[in-house]
């Protein structure tokens, strides 16, 4: 089976605009969350969705959004964009939202923004 | 606060040797500890993970030691091999609905020949 995928793998968009990542979870996962990893730090928190519901938000500002669609992929969406959002994003894909179920990771995408 | 700290933020061992990474956590409000080990430009690959009413879980080399009391648990990579290194990051699962997942800052390690 695939494991979690994203698209697209780099980036490079402008200060002030806007951004759109894909995440597509494990076969059979129904739910999605979202991490922000700036380099040589600990990814960051940033969403969960479970059922197409927003289960958790982090402490990241309102340009931050995101949505799960009924195929449990999902897309985390970033407006106004700024230079500390440069960053690499990850997808976790696990069974079940809370607390239950392993969180697997994707390989990223990479935003640099300018 | 919630946070996960980790140590060291570096280590280098030789071949054969063991690797010890450190992690301690300030809020009991966590049910489930995972280690991730991640290579450059790689997402994190899901190594090991305990829960809180055991405390010690083995998986070939790796070991995981957790005490409740310190508020602490380790990563244990015995017969550390050069394939071994990597930046791996210890995590703290929140107890909520939302399985937020608190990480430590990382140890990048580095396993020579």
């Known amino acids: 089976d695939a494991g979690v995928t994203q698209s697209p793998t780099h980036l490079i968009k402008t200060r002030g605009q806007h951004v759109t990542l894909r995440c597509s979870p494990i076969?059979?996962?129904?739910?999605v969350s979202w991490y922000q990893q700036v380099l040589g730090q600990g990814p960051q928190f940033i969403f969960q969705y479970y059922e197409k519901e927003e289960r958790g938000r982090g402490n990241f500002p309102d340009r931050f959004s995101a949505r799960q669609f009924p195929n449990y992929s999902s897309e985390l969406n970033v407006n106004a964009l700024l230079l500390g959002d440069s960053a690499l994003y990850l997808c976790a894909s696990s069974w079940t939202g809370g607390s239950s179920g392993e969180q697997y990771f994707g390989p990223g995408t990479r935003l640099t923004v300018t | 606060q919630q946070q996960v700290k980790q140590s060291p933020q570096s280590l280098i061992v030789q071949k054969g040797g063991i690797s010890i990474i450190n992690c301690a956590y300030e809020n009991t409000a966590f049910d489930y500890f995972p280690w991730y080990q991640q290579f450059p430009g790689k997402g994190p690959a899901l190594l090991i993970a305990?829960?809180?009413?055991?405390s010690e879980k083995k998986e070939g080399r790796f070991t995981i030691s957790f005490n409740k009391s310190a508020k602490q648990f380790s990563l244990h990579i015995m017969d550390s091999q050069p394939g071994d290194s990597a930046t791996y990051f210890c995590?703290?699962?929140?107890?909520?609905?939302?399985?937020?997942?608190?990480f430590g800052q990382g140890t990048t390690l580095q396993v020579k020949p």
């Open positions: 995590a703290a699962r929140v107890t909520s609905n939302t399985g937020k997942l608190i």
């Open positions: 076969s059979g996962h129904k739910s």
């Open positions: 305990i829960r809180p009413d055991v």
